[in-house]
DNA sequence: CAGTTATGTGAACACGCGTGCATATTTCGA
DNA sequence: TCGAAATATGCACGCGTGTTCACATAACTG
């Protein structure tokens, strides 16, 4: 029967080929198997000889020590997960690209998950099989329950985004009230009363804080919302939004939650209603992506520092790896405004 | 000494502390070991009451099976590398988000390589130390002296953007000339005479190749190019590239060897030189990104089928699993014109 | 009841690696 | 020349799994 074949006749067909193994290159170099895991550990007892040839031979193999199996001594294994939502949002890309760059460029080896919504929490409980040195988590993309799962595996969490309230969880996040506050201050300086509101996903923590900012400056100068549509940080998103929005009013002046939707807005109010921007209408949005300094938008908006978030995530990471007990850390970055052709 | 402290000791004081294990799982649930591998393994023999009770107590634990000490069994990692260079074409980062969501689908995590040049190729490297089921990677990112290393250790590689002459690699690119053909015929078709180019970096095949089918079509039509600029693939660049190429000729038409320079450069014509698009001056770029469907873009294009593409890129990585011995393949995807407003 | 088969289970092994320990070899000082 | 210190190296262990193997118990069969 199959299934009783004795070992050398299975191993003769394995499922996977075998990876060049250490013994391999002990057996070609004619050296012990401790030399040869000697030769790739620096600092280690090893005739330079020796680890010359072992390390020839090994080259000549194309050996290298396999990174799992050296794990399990205790080593860190540099991989570390990164959730981010779906993609639709670039803002989204843009951190992510540069979250991974940063990464690889001090060595760390980031497992994506991101791109659906659904079976996203279903896919970081798988990853959470391998034995992560961390787990950075944008935004608003995952629920809460899933760090009592990680705090059992002792798999650090950092959350970019959004900020949690729980004692050894490091968080950054940028203070969304104070950049609404600003936005819509200029927009008042500057004449506008009407002033309606695009708005994101109204779970996100982000997008209440965005939000709370705007109204609460509005009461301030004694006014309230003109109109505030929901929708979805997309730029088609912010099209239909500013359809809605137009049909049953007409402000002086729109803050979108973030730069897709107010693209997409600012496209709609151009080329579907002929409105002129700013005279007919301001627009604002929120991140300052790549896009929104491009000529044909030119979007004032306010600036998510995206570099400095990075930078932070990773100081945050270093920190972590370096002392996994101590108490967790709440970074808040400032936004700042950029002034640009909409306002 | 403190290296000669006891074991026990320097257990005591790990580097990091470790995560839950069968044999803890085993203890609290007063089972063996084995039991507790038993319990996670659907299809081995295990008492159902015991089953449960072993599944309750990892529950309390937050006990998962280390996914890196099975792979040493020889069971697959389930990790994929993925390579992409810079991230600032926007293709490449829509590329990776559906490649990466596509990935999670079927139960592959991808580690990350990319948004730098320098130092990627001893990134690649790197993560090479982990037994990766397959390396996928993107276009013109990496040079082809990988292929041995990974070939040594056994690891896939499939190339997505660009054909390699090897026999057990796979590749999936898109006919690249025949969409330039395309393009080009819809301009002559129109009435163009005086045609511009704004390729990419020259190295590329990719490039090569729609650089030739411009180039071909035109001579097939008894004409040469009337300019060519050399740029980046990026926004920045194809204004740049326009502001070069308006500054010796003035061409009737701009084929762009992808999107974003299309939009950078389209972008340049109207809004720095007052050129109206496409009366004055007819645009097409490559690829089809989400962009070039914005009204204020409207860019016709040549379509790089994208879903299709990550779809056979999946097929690929499932055969190759299935089959590591089978001959290489090679998948050609036809482009289709986009008739938008810029022609 | 004896004999065969089905059903569970724990001990032991292998996977690939780094490293402590003990031993073998060389170098050095007197 | 001899002992001690320094240097080099092989053996063996453990990391956390899945799985084989031998064995124990329960369930049938006639």
């Known amino acids: 029967m199959a299934h009783d074949r004795p070992l050398a006749d299975r191993a003769a067909q394995p499922r996977r080929r075998a990876r060049v193994t250490a013994a391999d290159v002990a057996e070609a170099a004619g050296v012990s198997r401790s030399a040869v895991s000697r030769a790739f550990t620096p600092g280690a007892y090893l005739d330079a000889d020796k680890r010359q040839l072992v390390l020839k031979t090994a080259m000549d193999l194309g050996y290298r020590p396999n990174a799992l199996a050296a794990s399990l001594q205790g080593a860190a294994t540099d991989l ?68 009592d799962n990680c705090t059992k595996l002792n798999i650090p969490v950092i959350f970019s985004g959004r900020v949690i309230s729980h004692p050894a969880i490091d968080c950054i996040a940028c203070r969304n009230h104070i950049g609404m506050v600003q936005a819509v201050t200029l927009l008042l300086e500057s004449g506008r009363r009407r002033i309606g509101y695009i708005g994101g996903p109204p779970t996100l923590s982000s997008e209440q804080e965005r939000l709370a900012g705007v109204v609460e400056r509005l009461a301030e100068a004694g006014l309230t919302l003109a109109a505030q549509v929901t929708s979805d940080y997309s730029f088609g998103g912010g099209q239909s939004a500013m359809r809605t929005l137009l049909q049953d009013t007409s402000p002086d002046a729109v803050v979108c939650a973030n730069d897709a939707m107010a693209l997409g807005a600012l496209s709609f109010a151009r080329n579907c209603r002929n409105l002129t921007v700013p005279e007919d209408l301001a627009i604002i949005g929120f991140d300052d992506i790549a896009m929104a300094a491009w000529a044909e938008f030119n979007l004032t908006t306010v600036r998510n520092p995206l570099a400095k978030t990075v930078d932070e995530v990773l100081r945050l990471l270093e920190g972590r790896l370096a002392n996994p007990q101590k108490p967790g850390e709440v970074v808040m970055i400032d936004p700042d405004l950029v002034k640009r052709g909409t306002h």
């Open 80 to 147: 570390v997960g990164v959730v981010v939502g779906e993609l639709s949002n670039p803002y989204d890309s843009e951190w992510l690209a540069a979250l991974v760059s940063a990464l690889n460029a001090s060595g760390k080896w980031p497992i994506v998950l991101g791109g659906q919504a659904e079976g996203l929490d279903e896919s970081v409980t798988s990853i959470l099989s391998y034995p992560l040195d961390a787990l950075i988590v944008r935004g608003g993309s995952l629920g809460e329950a899933l760090i």
